[in-house]
């Protein structure tokens, strides 16, 4: 079991930065998969960026505005998130899966953080 807490959300105004973290407690040993995933209201949760194990794959959604990393010594992942934009405003949630392959759906994580709130305005 793996638990998944995120925090760094916030409001901003567009062309700010923000930068969230993701710590996760319980079974950290081993191998895992960690990603983050947004969810504005009254769409489906999609998947934002993806960081193997080592740090030495990762996946973007998009290209150039985010930068997903990982502190293992920590047991956390980061998502730097600059140039924001109002179609940015979303819940933001962390997820984690055992195993050293990338996961681009939300489908392919056992483990979810309660998520945080990240609003930007115009």
């Known amino acids: 079991q793996m638990y998944l807490v995120e925090s760094g959300g916030g409001l901003v105004q567009a062309g700010d930065s923000l930068r969230l973290s993701c710590a996760a407690s319980g079974r950290t040993s081993g191998t895992y998969t960690m990603a983050w995933f947004r969810q504005a209201p009254g769409k489906e949760r999609e998947s934002v960026a993806a960081?193997?194990?080592?740090?030495?794959g990762t996946y973007y959604s998009e290209q150039g505005r985010f930068t997903i990393s990982r502190d293992n010594a920590k047991n956390t992942v980061y998502l730097r998130m600059n140039s924001l934009k109002p179609e940015d405003t979303a819940v933001h949630y962390c997820?984690?899966?055992?195993?050293?392959?990338?996961?681009?759906?939300?489908?392919?994580?056992?483990?979810w953080g309660q998520g945080t709130q990240v609003t930007v305005s115009s």
């Open positions: 960081i193997t194990s080592s740090g030495g």
């Open positions: 997820a984690a899966r055992y195993g050293s392959t990338l996961g681009l759906r939300a489908g392919a994580y056992d483990y």
